[in-house]
Structure formats: structure tokens, C-alpha cells
């Protein structure tokens, strides 16, 4: 039987120099024995994978976690588990700390071609409250250091909503990522969750009308200087979309490597376990996409709605038609109706979107469809 081609490809790095304060995700102190174990188990799983399918990466992304504390020789290690003729786009994300000039250097080396920069804020403060370890300065510098080496493709983070936040905080940090001229900017509006450590001050977060606020001045900002919105909450400059993220909202399969990476398969997802050891045991008994969840079709309607009306360009209305033998304007007539009234969805060249005042409140709009 022909096997399935996989194009894109997700690896989760679970270890962290500390905790953020925010953080919901899986990560775990590093040390350099467990990051040994880790990519030695790693490279079982790739290996386990390539029985199954035929993967032919166009892009692989490198998160976490702090993927950025993984040597240049494991990296390497992990590269040559994958045929990389066609790939066009390899990113890894970093923290800032992690940047110097030699590190730079090995990595030019690698096929890695984007690096995605973990800055957060441009105030110290703010990044003291979030339980970063670098500092504005640092980022600063290590965006110099990344450009110097080669690195022509270069993502921020940017994280608003902080407690207590003002406008002009969010607008320094903004000016500051302008500056620095990356050709990607990622924006987040900080989500607590109970188990984080920061949620003690969740009353201290922004109401949702000065959230709004701080929403539509980056984007003005960003719109202003030239940067191409290409989805809710990312921006860059022309042809500098991210080609992996793109992908997951275009629908297209992809696995995802590492402890509690999750892939998706045609009609299932998978989940690796949330566990450095559970994982382990797992890849070393040969067992690969341990957690499946079967999706159904009408599921994937849904959630091929929720991702394609995240983008700018929205949801192709001949494409939902062939893909779920469906209208999707016969199917959902009385909300496109009552969202086309109020101005929140526009339907133009036969497709549908978000108007852009509806952005901050996508999650909202979209729960309808579901
Ligand atoms: S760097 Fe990311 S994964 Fe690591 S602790 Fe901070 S938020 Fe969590």
C-alpha cells in the first residue's frame, strides 16, 4: 500500500531554563542528560514514523519548550533523520538568552533558514513579571546577533494583556519591535490558566474594552509600517508568512515529534503523552501516536471553518463545497445573516470572512459556527 506523504512536521521540546510565569505548556527543567535521552528517543520515534509514512518535509518547526538549548550536533542529529530536498522552510524558535555569536554561527551550518524570538515585552518589568530571564536589551542584541550571521528570516513574540498593562506600555513595546525590523511579529494576548503562577493576578488584567484597545494599536501600528496581516494574531512582510502555520490552517496533515507534540492524520489527531518518561516508555515499546482521537466529519467541518475564518483571506466557499459536499452560506444562512448586518462578516469574490473590526472578538463569532 502507497504510503501517506507527510509535509509538515511539528517537534516539541519540552525543556525549559525555568518556568514562565504564564506558562500552561509541557516543559520540564533541562539538564544536559535528559536533552541526550530526549533526542535519542526522538530519533526512534522519526525512524518509527518513516515505517509508516512516506515524510518529505516542506516545513518543520522547532518549539517548546526551549528548543534553543538543544546543541548544534543534536540538531544536526535531528536533521538527518529526514529527507530535506524539498524543504522550504525550517524554523526554530529561541530564547533570546540562548543567542550568541558561535551558537549563531553552528547554526548557519544547519538547514535551519527562521528563527522565531521568543521577546515578549520591551520593558523590563513586564518581562520580570512574566519570569523571563532575558531583558529587553538582550533581545535587542540578539536580534543584531541573528541578522549578522545570516539569518534573514526572523519572528518576534509579542505578548499584551499583562496585568495591569497600559496602552502606552504596549505601544513602547510595539515601537520597539518596529525597530527591530523582523520579517514576522507574533502578537498573544496573555491566557492564564489556574495552574500558572501569574494567576494570582488574573483580576489585574485589562477589561475586555482596553483589550480591544491594545489589539487594534498593534495592528495599526504594524499595518501602518508595512506588515501584511495574514491572520488574527500575525503579521509580516510580503512572502514572509509562516509557511508552517499556514499549513495548519489550511487543513494539511502533519506530525507532530516530542512529548505532548499532538499531529494530525486523515480523520484522527494524535496526542504524545504530556510525560518525558511516559513518552519514552511509549517510543521504546515502537509504539507511535500512542492517544488518538477520531474526527469526524462533521468535526472537521468545524474546525476547517474555526482555522480558515482565522485568516485574512477567510474561507473559499467552492473549496468547503467540494471538500464537505455542503454550502456553507445554505448551511449556516442565519448567521451569516445576523453577522453580515452587524458588519462582523464580509462575503466578497466568493469567499467569506472576518471583517477586521470582528477580530478580537473571532473566538466569539466563530463558538456560533460550532
Ligand atoms: S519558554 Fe515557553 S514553554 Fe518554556 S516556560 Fe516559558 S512559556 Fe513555558
Not at 40 to 45: Q, Y
Not at 48 to 64: A, D, N, R, S
Not at 81 to 92: P, Q, R, W
Not at 170 to 186: D, R
Amino acid at each position: 500500500m502507497k504510503k501517506l506523504e507527510i509535509q509538515h512536521v511539528y517537534i516539541h521540546f519540552p525543556f525549559c531554563h525555568r518556568k514562565c510565569s504564564y506558562c500552561n505548556f509541557y516543559s520540564i527543567p533541562f539538564n544536559p542528560e535528559s536533552g541526550c535521552f530526549y533526542v535519542e528517543t526522538l530519533l526512534k520515534e522519526i525512524s518509527c514514523f518513516h515505517k509508516v509514512f512516506f515524510i518529505k518535509p516542506l516545513t518543520i518547526y522547532l518549539g517548546g519548550g526551549t528548543p534553543s538549548l538543544l546543541s548544534s550536533s543534536q540538531l544536526q542529529d535531528i536533521f538527518r533523520g529526514f529527507n530535506l530536498d524539498k524543504t522550504v522552510e525550517i524554523t526554530l524558535e529561541m530564547n533570546p538568552i540562548d543567542v550568541n555569536e558561535d551558537y549563531l554561527q553552528k547554526l548557519k551550518e544547519l538547514p535551519v533558514n527562521r528563527i522565531s524570538l521568543g521577546a515578549q515585552s520591551f520593558l523590563d518589568t513586564e518581562l520580570k513579571l512574566l519570569n523571563r530571564l532575558h531583558k529587553s536589551s538582550e533581545t535587542i542584541e540578539a536580534v543584531r546577533i541573528i541578522r549578522k550571521s545570516g539569518f534573514d528570516n526572523i519572528s518576534l513574540d509579542l505578548m499584551y494583556g499583562l496585568p495591569g498593562q497600559r496602552i502606552e506600555e504596549v505601544i513602547h513595546s510595539v515601537k520597539q519591535v518596529i525597530k527591530l525590523e523582523p520579517q514576522h511579529i507574533s502578537t498573544y494576548l496573555l491566557g492564564l490558566e489556574k495552574s500558572s503562577s501569574l494567576f494570582k493576578f488574573k483580576h489585574k488584567i485589562p477589561e475586555d474594552n482596553i483589550l480591544a484597545e491594545f489589539y487594534f494599536s498593534i495592528r495599526e501600528m504594524l499595518l501602518n509600517l508595512g506588515y501584511n496581516q495574514y491572520e488574527i494574531s500575525n503579521f509580516s512582510l510580503k512572502n514572509r508568512e509562516s509557511q508552517h502555520n499556514i499549513s495548519y490552517w489550511n487543513d494539511q496533515y502533519y506530525i507532530g515529534l516530542g512529548p505532548s507534540a499532538s499531529g494530525y492524520l486523515p480523520g484522527l489527531r494524535y496526542m504524545n503523552p504530556n510525560d518525558l518518561i511516559k513518552y519514552r516508555e511509549k517510543i521504546n515499546q515502537g509504539k507511535i501516536m500512542s492517544e488518538k482521537e477520531l474526527i469526524t466529519p462533521e468535526t472537521h467541518e468545524k474546525e476547517y471553518i474555526m482555522l480558515q475564518l482565522r485568516t485574512v483571506n477567510g474561507l473559499n466557499l467552492d473549496k468547503f463545497r467540494t471538500k464537505f459536499n455542503n454550502d456553507f452560506i445554505d448551511k449556516y444562512r442565519n448567521l451569516i445573516e445576523k453577522y453580515k448586518r452587524s458588519g462582523f462578516i464580509e462575503i466578497k469574490n466568493n469567499l467569506i470572512r472576518l471583517s477586521p473590526k470582528a477580530y478580537f472578538i473571532s473566538n466569539e463569532i466563530l463558538c456560533e459556527f460550532m
